[in-house]
């Protein structure tokens, strides 16, 4: 198991831009896939973007390609999620998710370690 711990979220305009960040703890970062997913008010939570654990594969969801860019640096055990041209649509709380020896999979089930999640929220 890897603890997660989300940060970077707040308040932006419209327009602004983001870099969301997610450590984790342990020695075994580099063995697990990752992802990000959102859950807007009163939405079920989404797919946003996904790299594997080799960080070889990436995935995005349709929504965010060309605005979002998911990295990881594992020297620091951490997960980047960077958000450009930022839409009020964008305004959900985002969870980092990881799985060992994950390939970048876009559903919630393929991921049994999450973090509590950052707010993002986005003004027009």
């Known amino acids: 198991q890897v603890q997660l711990v989300e940060s970077g979220g707040g308040l932006v305009q419209a327009g602004g831009s983001l870099r969301l960040s997610c450590a984790a703890s342990?020695?075994?970062?580099?063995?697990?896939?990752l992802g990000w997913f959102r859950q807007a008010p009163g939405k079920e939570r989404e797919f946003v973007a996904a790299?594997?654990?080799?960080?070889?594969?990436?995935n995005y969801a349709d929504s965010v390609k060309g605005r979002f860019t998911i990295s990881r640096d594992n020297a620091k055990n951490t997960v980047y999620l960077l958000i450009f041209s930022l839409k009020p649509e964008d305004t959900a709380v985002y969870y980092c998710?990881?799985?060992?020896?994950?390939?970048?999979?876009?559903?919630?089930?393929?991921?049994?370690?999450w973090g509590r999640g950052t707010q993002v929220t986005v003004s027009s």
């Open positions: 790299i594997s654990w080799s960080g070889g594969r990436i």
């Open positions: 998710s990881a799985r060992r020896y994950s390939m970048a999979p876009m559903t919630i089930s393929d991921y049994d370690n």
């Open positions: 342990g020695r075994t970062f580099s063995t697990y896939g």
